[in-house]
């Protein structure tokens, strides 16, 4: 157990802290410490600047036993730089997990963070210059996440203003920004975007007429240090780089997917598994193991991900066992667990993700737990990703700020954000009021339209004809079909 002692000099003892008091007031308050580590082998660690408050302080120096093993329920404690969280990550797991609970750390406990909110001296005090985009940031230092940075660029589809996609990631923002999403009717050129994007990025050279679409500021394109598409339509026309194409990349590339890198066909089945497995046992060591632990309880919302216990193959690797359990999955589960798992072990600071219709393979609630995942794993890198969608499950998680529809009219693209905000709005009032086109001409809605329109029924023959069977938003379409027929 570590042994705290506050004091004007550093206690030399083996495996112990020393806080030292600092001379500084925060508008009557005096909550500054330096905080020292003593290792096994007496070497001295200065970690950094903290403040301590105590519960009900209404001013002065806070009041600390002179030694402890752990503070009291009636303190807290937090770092005041970056530093700080540095240094406590650099020492051993344990040593750090005891330090920051010894103390009460507010950024490793959010608990102890809203105990202590209200009280005049942690906001006088102790976040006189710490603010809660400073908080998000030293908790992903202690979670070795990579550090947040802004992401900014502007694509151009075509010479017009009105068809630049424009992303702009920000860091550490609630609801998060850095899983964007395109929507658009088939055929209105979103895998395009993805192959003319990718073709950009890897320094591809275009056919002339592809000139037009291109970055507006070529530097927006030194954010990215890598590449990873994800596309697993077997009817697309996203496909792998060729070595051929990749000789002059830039950055780095890699193709997740059905089909064979050089094009030849599709990969079997025997080989994909063999390289969810290998990919697996990649992440189950050193810094990926927390992430792969991490998307995997995301994913265990799902009722079959969750009886599967994959996190008890994390800690007692078992290939044989794996295999088996891959191999029973339905082909939207591999197809999530697959992606996963290789974004866990591909995924570094700066990559841009395009993943090309998630839906296609998956049912709602685990295309949902695959966007959370997803965006989690991102944050922790420092990485973004470009979704191209028809699913309105997608953009519930999504910020309409992060939202780009296109719209296509002969060789005129537009681009334009939804009029409602999208994240966690209703999946009825999103596919409404977003994809309100594809609706009105496909579905239950034209079905409804035709017998109105064509056959000329009236409201309670249509009723009649479907024994009763529409429901209350059916029945508004009929009315105001009939009312706008008359």
Same mark, same amino acid.
């Given at each position: 157990?570590?042994k705290?002692?506050?004091?004007?000099?550093?206690?030399?003892?083996?495996?112990?802290?020393?806080?030292?008091?600092?001379?500084?007031?925060?508008?009557?308050?005096?909550?500054?410490?330096?905080?020292?580590?003593?290792?096994e082998n007496?070497?001295?660690?200065?970690?950094?600047?903290l403040?301590?408050?105590?519960?009900?302080?209404?001013?002065g120096?806070?009041d600390?036993?002179?030694?402890?093993?752990?503070?009291?329920?009636?303190y807290?404690?937090?770092?005041?730089?970056?530093?700080?969280?540095?240094?406590?990550?650099?020492?051993?797991?344990?040593?750090?997990?005891?330090?920051l609970?010894?103390?009460r750390d507010?950024?490793?406990?959010?608990?102890?963070? =809203?105990?202590?909110?209200?009280?005049?001296?942690?906001q006088?005090?102790?976040?006189?210059?710490?603010?809660?985009?400073?908080i998000?940031?030293?908790?992903?230092?202690?979670?070795?996440?990579?550090?947040?940075?802004?992401?900014?660029?502007t694509?151009?589809?075509?010479?017009?203003q009105?068809s630049?996609?424009?992303?702009?990631?920000?860091?550490?923002?609630?609801?998060?920004?850095?899983?964007?999403?395109?929507?658009?009717?088939?055929?209105?050129?979103?895998?395009?975007?993805?192959?003319?994007?990718?073709?950009?990025?890897?320094?591809?050279?275009?056919?002339?007429?592809?000139?037009?679409?291109?970055?507006?500021?070529?530097?927006?394109?030194?954010?990215?240090?890598?590449l990873?598409?994800?596309?697993?339509?077997?009817?697309?026309?996203?496909?792998?780089?060729?070595?051929?194409?990749?000789?002059?990349?830039?950055?780095?590339?890699?193709?997740?997917?059905?089909?064979?890198?050089?094009?030849?066909?599709?990969?079997?089945?025997?080989?994909?598994?063999?390289?969810?497995?290998?990919?697996?046992?990649?992440?189950?060591?050193?810094?990926?193991?927390?992430?792969?632990?991490?998307?995997?309880?995301?994913?265990?919302?799902?009722?079959?991900?969750?009886?599967?216990?994959?996190?008890?193959?994390?800690? =007692?690797?078992?290939?044989?066992?794996?295999?088996?359990?891959?191999?029973?999955?339905?082909s939207?589960h591999?197809?999530?667990?697959?992606?996963?798992?290789?974004?866990?072990?591909?995924?570094d600071?700066?990559t841009?993700?395009?993943?090309?219709?998630?839906?296609?393979?998956?049912?709602?609630?685990?295309?949902?737990?695959?966007?959370?995942?997803?965006s989690?794993?991102?944050? =922790?890198?420092?990485?973004?990703?470009?979704?191209?969608?028809?699913?309105?499950?997608?953009?519930?998680?999504?910020?309409?700020?992060?939202?780009?529809?296109?719209?296509?009219s002969?060789?005129?693209?537009?681009?334009?954000?939804?009029?409602?905000?999208?994240?966690?709005?209703?999946?009825?009032?999103?596919?409404?009021?977003?994809?309100?086109?594809?609706?009105?001409?496909?579905?239950f809605?034209?079905?409804?339209?035709?017998?109105?329109?064509?056959?000329?029924?009236?409201?309670?023959?249509?009723?009649?004809?479907?024994?009763?069977?529409?429901?209350?938003?059916?029945?508004?379409?009929?009315?105001?079909?009939?009312?706008?027929?008359d």
């Amino acid at each position: 157990m570590i042994k705290f002692f506050v004091s004007k000099n550093i206690v030399n003892l083996a495996n112990s802290c020393t806080l030292t008091k600092i001379i500084w007031d925060d508008f009557g308050f005096k909550t500054s410490f330096n905080l020292y580590y003593v290792d096994e082998n007496s070497r001295f660690i200065h970690i950094g600047k903290l403040k301590i408050l105590q519960k009900n302080q209404e001013y002065g120096y806070t009041d600390i036993p002179n030694e402890f093993d752990k503070l009291s329920d009636n303190y807290c404690s937090l770092g005041q730089e970056q530093i700080y969280y540095e240094e406590l990550y650099h020492l051993p797991e344990k040593t750090r997990k005891e330090i920051l609970d010894s103390l009460r750390d507010c950024v490793n406990n959010n608990k102890i963070k =809203n105990a202590f909110r209200k009280e005049n001296g942690f906001q006088c005090s102790l976040m006189r210059v710490v603010r809660e985009y400073d908080i998000k940031h030293f908790r992903s230092i202690l979670k070795n996440q990579a550090k947040p940075t802004p992401y900014k660029f502007t694509y151009a589809i075509t010479n017009s203003q009105e068809s630049h996609l424009v992303v702009n990631v920000i860091p550490n923002s609630t609801p998060p920004t850095n899983v964007q999403v395109i929507i658009g009717r088939n055929g209105v050129g979103k895998t395009r975007l993805f192959n003319k994007l990718t073709t950009s990025l890897m320094n591809i050279e275009q056919d002339e007429n592809d000139k037009q679409e291109h970055f507006i500021n070529r530097d927006e394109k030194l954010q990215f240090a890598n590449l990873i598409t994800i596309a697993f339509s077997a009817f697309d026309s996203s496909r792998p780089l060729t070595k051929a194409e990749l000789k002059n990349s830039p950055i780095n590339y890699n193709y997740i997917g059905l089909k064979k890198s050089d094009n030849s066909g599709f990969r079997d089945f025997g080989d994909l598994n063999t390289e969810f497995v290998d990919s697996f046992q990649s992440c189950i060591t050193g810094v990926r193991k927390e992430r792969l632990k991490n998307a995997i309880e995301i994913l265990n919302s799902d009722p079959i991900f969750s009886s599967l216990d994959i996190i008890s193959l994390i800690e =007692n690797y078992d290939r044989k066992e794996l295999f088996r359990i891959y191999r029973l999955l339905s082909s939207g589960h591999k197809i999530v667990l697959f992606s996963i798992i290789k974004l866990v072990l591909l995924t570094d600071e700066r990559t841009l993700v395009l993943i090309d219709e998630p839906e296609t393979h998956l049912h709602p609630p685990l295309l949902s737990s695959f966007v959370k995942a997803l965006s989690d794993l991102l944050i =922790n890198r420092n990485a973004i990703a470009l979704i191209a969608t028809h699913s309105p499950v997608v953009l519930q998680e999504i910020p309409r700020v992060c939202v780009s529809i296109i719209n296509r009219s002969g060789k005129e693209v537009k681009i334009d954000k939804p009029e409602i905000e999208t994240y966690a709005e209703n999946v009825g009032t999103l596919t409404h009021e977003i994809f309100k086109l594809e609706v009105m001409q496909s579905g239950f809605y034209k079905t409804l339209k035709d017998l109105i329109m064509d056959d000329s029924l009236t409201y309670e023959e249509i009723l009649n004809e479907f024994k009763e069977q529409i429901g209350c938003e059916g029945r508004a379409i009929i009315r105001a079909l009939e009312y706008n027929k008359d």
